[in-house]
């Protein structure tokens, strides 16, 4: 029984050692970073996580694997971002916030510039029933923002 713990303990820690590996996905590779921002763990990782893993993707030019590099993140701390995903109907990416602290909140959602995103519509959560939200451009490239009620869940679909 101790040698089967001991080389299970050991398979465990080779397994938690090995370099995390990027996938390309439609000729794209998909970064999601999750963490806890606002809680007990969030000096540890937190926004700095995030950040880190913008700069690493400016640093290398907005390519991985030789495949564009889309990014999406979600302001500010008590915004969780619940999901992404391809729309249900049509061409479209599904972003899914959800607010934790209790407070109505204005939340950003912000996407690079791979995704070229020229419009957005905060829909119910079967996809349906779209209103316009303004979509703001830049070179970093685009910003939404709306406003999710306390406990509440959103669902924009981005374009």
């Not at 806890?36 to 996580?49: E, H, L, M």
């Not at 500010?76 to 916030?97: H, Q, S, T, Y």
């Not at 349906?128 to 509440?152: D, L």
């Amino acid at each position: 029984m101790r040698a089967l713990l001991l080389s299970a303990s050991c398979l465990a820690t080779t397994l938690a050692a090995l370099p995390a590996l990027a996938q390309v996905s439609d000729g794209k590779v998909k970064i999601g970073i999750l963490n806890d921002q606002s809680g007990v763990y969030a000096d540890f990782g937190g926004k700095w996580s995030v950040d880190a893993a913008r700069m690493a993707v400016e640093d290398f030019g907005g390519k991985g694997q030789g495949a564009p590099v889309s990014f999406i993140s979600v302001e500010p701390a008590n915004i969780r971002l619940l999901g992404v995903k391809k729309a249900e109907r049509g061409d479209g990416v599904i972003v899914r916030l959800q607010e934790m602290d209790g407070k109505r909140t204005k939340a950003a959602v912000n996407v690079s510039p791979i995704l070229k995103i020229t419009r957005a519509e905060k829909t119910d959560l079967l996809e349906r029933n779209g209103k316009p939200v303004s979509v703001k451009k830049s070179k970093a490239g685009a910003s939404i923002e709306t406003m999710v009620p306390a406990r509440g869940i959103v669902t924009i679909l981005l374009k």
